[in-house]
């Protein structure tokens, strides 16, 4: 069974900073993609961004230049640095882990979710 496990969320002031962390354990796939998704009260769930194993990353256009989304391979870990917030950044953050199978079959995990709550 594959578990996330998310940390770093919190209240910060507008243009200010936090780090999310998620580590992942069980049987993972190595060639996956790892990323980070948010949900606003009322609104649907959105990527924030991704990252493959490979080092391939995909950002939402309202995060890119703010947001730094890394990974530790061999720690299963990935992590979002989240620069200049903004109160629209507010929102319910989940960690996602995803792979495809040799043969096809299609893996999805979600962590807990975190609170990013950015006020005055």
């Known amino acids: 069974q594959v578990q996330l496990v998310e940390s770093g969320g919190g209240l910060v002031q507008p243009g200010g900073s936090l780090r999310l962390s998620c580590a992942a354990s069980g049987s993972i796939f190595s060639n996956n993609a790892m990323g980070w998704y948010r949900q606003a009260p009322g609104k649907q769930r959105e990527l924030v961004a991704t990252l493959t194993s490979g080092g391939t990353t995909n950002y939402a256009d309202s995060v890119k230049g703010r947001f730094t989304i890394s990974r530790d391979n061999a720690k299963n870990t990935v992590y979002l640095q989240m620069n200049s917030l903004k109160a629209e950044d507010t929102a319910v953050y989940y960690c996602?882990?995803?792979?495809?199978?040799?043969?096809?079959?299609?893996?999805?995990?979600w962590g807990q979710g975190t609170q990013v709550t950015v006020s005055s």
């Open positions: 996602n882990l995803n792979w495809r199978s040799y043969f096809g079959a299609y893996f999805a995990y």
